[in-house]
């Protein structure tokens, strides 16, 4: 933990008193986004300390040429970002002709924060002594409209308290908009129309070399002491930027407030050439509805969704907020309207990571939205995929592979690799693995096979013919070996076998071939279909199972476990325990060198495969890996303490699985990797929610039926979930001493707990 001013609450991320050195991690903590655009909680208005301003749009990017020292062949000519979009949510605020401004003013008092996740909506308050000695009150709040995803709402009170003051809004629209970590300080946006007609702005833009056209567009409207006022507005445009300036003498005590709608429209989902009058229309039902109005869908459009996602913890308020900040910050990031888009690291929360997509959306996310969503939004996740196919042949040929090999790229926004590490790019291939395995996942979970034969397969026979192809025969281990990768230890490069890499080459082989002869039999025309497109014949599959057959891993007889790669135990092995604190975390203190040679593990390596394939390992397996491996890891990674944390519960060693919990749940909140203020760790947040689930209840999907081995924190006095499986949403209630499960909606179900068969009527509790 590196930061604990955040108030516990169940509900509500809550932070009191103005701090400057607080204001970017805040910024990151209280973001807010509704699936289709989102934005850091910068002020609305203006600040002049250090701040990190964040306005983004779901799908929109730019390829940011690479920049590195030595260009490699092969290399991704770009590195993809998502683009700082113009601001909308501005509104400059002076008093008596000064600005308002908190990092200048005298005195702040009675500063509070608020990101309610229960209803979807951020606030701010405070007094404030300006220079000018007139005392202020100012309370603000703002939400981003699940009902309508291209707008956003703002109401901004202003109350003069020792004098009466003439007071000026100015909502404006600036396109001068940067990214923080642009490559070579390119222009991103192309300005095309700045224009205004009434109370309403619009900024026109176009992106540069990808050509996305969007409507930035606003409409404000003033009031003193909530009776609207009729002032004509003084207009400033420029060539990027556009204001209104609303002036008003307000008395002592008066509040003189203004409402702002803004948002964005793009060609993504309109005519370019109908984005203005679109976002004419959204302005028109946003002024219908009111702010109240459309605060009033807001709240119970986030009911709808806490009806099925939310998990209740009882006697634990930190652990409570935790896992609700992670669910909440998942919804707002992806809600799967749209199978064009995915799950971004950092969501709409920073720029750091670029890329819209990793390995993270099919290791991590899709189980959550399996489960606390229709299964289409997880089949959408997987169409994104297939929708890439021919992007990873094509990622695949550069690399030099042949014959519809497919390589998935790390870092994605269209299909194409986009990312600038060598050692990332080329070598974490593993990442194939989790795109096959997402596929067996949703199957197994969901129950519909219908995808395989419809898409998945094609992304299957492309996954193995890549790993047919990227292993080599070792004359000397009589054995196929695959060389030069890095797993998912970030910490471990250009090393050879990997076990985890080898260990899911093998299985996605084997587990397109079974597809392979399932289709045949039970969907010939499918079969036919697929065969002839991809010129699949039974001596390419001979040389799959070939290597699938024979295939290396590597183990050590003297500690019985399976080696993370060749010559791990070559290494100084010394535990993370004996580590200086000073000199954590080790990839902010250490030169790359120092880390390479070190044992020291990023995130779970072998224990991710330990996780994936569960019911190929032997507890007692898992156990002797577990004490090998977790000694050694660092846990720099956000993705790892949630597989420790699943880990640790299903050998019942609850204290070390609840400490890996909060560590997941709360690694934003509490800033464990000081890194908060570049954004938060939205994927990673899945793994929080499977560290309850999958964890502490043990969830599992055993011989095509939902089992659960339950446990409980001695922290905790109770807690509960919901999911969605095959249609039926099962009520998951775990106690010290009994577990009650019921199934709300769906015909009766039979599960497994603790290995023995239960059968589930509709709406009868059942105690366990």
Not at 2 to 29: A, C, L, M
Not at 152 to 173: R, S, V
Not at 280 to 306: C, M, P, R, S, Y
């Amino acid at each position: 933990m590196n930061q604990d001013y955040i108030k516990p609450d169940s509900w509500s991320i809550i932070e009191e008193g103005f701090d400057t050195h607080r204001v970017k991690s805040s910024e990151s903590i209280f973001s807010i986004g509704n699936g289709a655009m989102g934005q850091r909680a910068n002020f609305e208005e203006h600040y002049s300390g250090p701040t990190f301003q964040g306005s983004y749009i779901a799908g929109v990017y730019y390829p940011d040429k690479t920049k590195v020292g030595w260009w490699k062949n092969g290399y991704p000519e770009y590195f993809a970002k998502v683009l700082n979009a113009p601001n909308w949510i501005g509104i400059n605020v002076s008093v008596n002709g000064e600005q308002l401004d908190l990092f200048t003013c005298k005195k702040v008092d009675n500063f509070k924060r608020e990101l309610n996740m229960q209803e979807g909506w951020l606030s701010r308050s405070f007094m404030a002594t300006l220079q000018n000695n007139i005392q202020i009150e100012v309370k603000t709040k703002r939400f981003l409209s699940l009902d309508l995803e291209e707008l956003g709402a703002i109401e901004y009170h202003i109350t003069p308290i020792n004098n009466d003051a003439q007071i000026q809004f100015q909502p404006y629209l600036d396109g001068g908009i940067t990214n923080e970590d642009t490559n070579w300080d390119d222009k991103f946006w192309d300005i095309l129309k700045v224009s205004h007609e009434n109370n309403r702005a619009f900024i026109e833009t176009k992106t540069m070399k990808t050509g996305f056209y969007v409507s930035t567009f606003m409409e404000s409207k003033v009031y003193l002491n909530n009776k609207g006022l009729f002032l004509n507005p003084d207009i400033n445009s420029e060539d990027n930027y556009i204001s209104f300036d609303y002036n008003h003498h307000v008395k002592k005590g008066e509040t003189y407030s203004i409402q702002k709608f803004g948002g964005y429209v793009t060609d993504r989902n309109y005519d370019k050439t109908e984005l203005v009058s679109v976002s004419k229309q959204i302005l028109d039902k946003a002024i219908t509805l009111g702010f109240d109005g459309l605060l009033k869908k807001q709240k119970e459009a986030w009911v709808n969704i806490w009806e099925r996602a939310d998990i209740n913890i009882t006697g634990d308020v930190k652990a409570q907020q935790g896992i609700r900040f992670n669910i909440f910050q998942l919804n707002q990031t992806y809600l799967g309207k749209d199978s064009k888009l995915n799950i971004g690291p950092k969501g709409f929360t920073g720029e750091k990571y670029g890329g819209s997509t990793y390995w993270d959306t099919e290791a991590y996310c899709i189980p959550f939205y399996m489960a606390t969503k229709d299964e289409k939004v997880a089949r959408n996740l997987l169409e994104y995929r297939y929708n890439h196919l021919e992007k990873a042949i094509e990622n695949a040929e550069k690399l030099g592979f042949k014959n519809g090999a497919a390589l998935y790229p790390m870092v994605t926004m269209n299909g194409e690799e986009c990312h600038n590490e060598w050692e990332i790019t080329f070598e974490e291939i593993h990442r194939n693995g989790a795109i096959a395995f997402a596929i067996f996942n949703y199957y197994r979970y969901t129950g519909d096979y219908s995808y395989i034969p419809e898409k998945g397969l094609e992304v299957l026979i492309g996954i193995a013919r890549f790993w047919q192809q990227r292993a080599s025969f070792s004359t000397d281990k009589n054995k196929y070996v695959i060389l030069g990768v890095t797993g998912p230890n970030e910490y471990e490069n250009n090393v050879n076998n990997n076990w985890y890499t080898n260990y899911i080459a093998q299985w996605c082989i084997s587990y397109t071939i079974e597809n392979i002869e399932k289709i045949m039999l039970e969907y010939p025309a499918d079969y036919i279909r697929i065969i002839d497109k991809l010129k699949l014949n039974k001596l390419e599959i001979e040389q799959w199972k070939t290597v699938a057959d024979n295939m290396y891993f590597p183990y050590s007889e003297k500690h019985q476990v399976y080696l993370q790669q060749d010559g791990f135990l070559d290494k100084e092995l010394i535990a993370v325990s004996n580590l200086d604190k000073s000199q954590r975390p080790i990839n902010q203190k250490w030169s790359w060198d120092r880390i390479l040679r070190s044992p020291y593990i990023k995130q779970a390596d072998v224990l991710q495969g330990f996780y994936f394939f569960d019911d190929q390992f032997t507890t007692e397996s898992l156990e002797r890996h577990f004490d090998f491996y977790e000694p050694f890891t660092v846990h720099e990674s956000s993705l790892s303490p949630c597989v420790h944390s699943i880990q640790a519960a299903k050998l019942n060693r609850m204290e070390q699985a609840y400490q890996f919990y909060l560590r997941t749940s709360r690694l934003d909140l509490d800033d464990y990797n000081h890194e908060v203020h570049e954004g938060l760790h939205i994927t990673s947040m899945a793994g929080t929610w499977m560290s309850i689930v999958e964890g502490f209840g043990g969830m599992r999907v055993k011989d095509n039926k939902l089992s659960f081995t339950p446990k409980i924190p001695e922290q905790w006095e109770a807690y509960s979930f919901k999911i969605n499986f095959r249609n039926h949403i099962l009520k998951v209630d775990i106690g010290h001493k009994q577990t009650h499960f019921e199934i709300l909606s769906g015909s009766e179900l039979e599960i497994l707990v603790n290995n023995k068969p239960i059968l589930l009527k509709t709406k009868q509790l059942q105690a366990v």
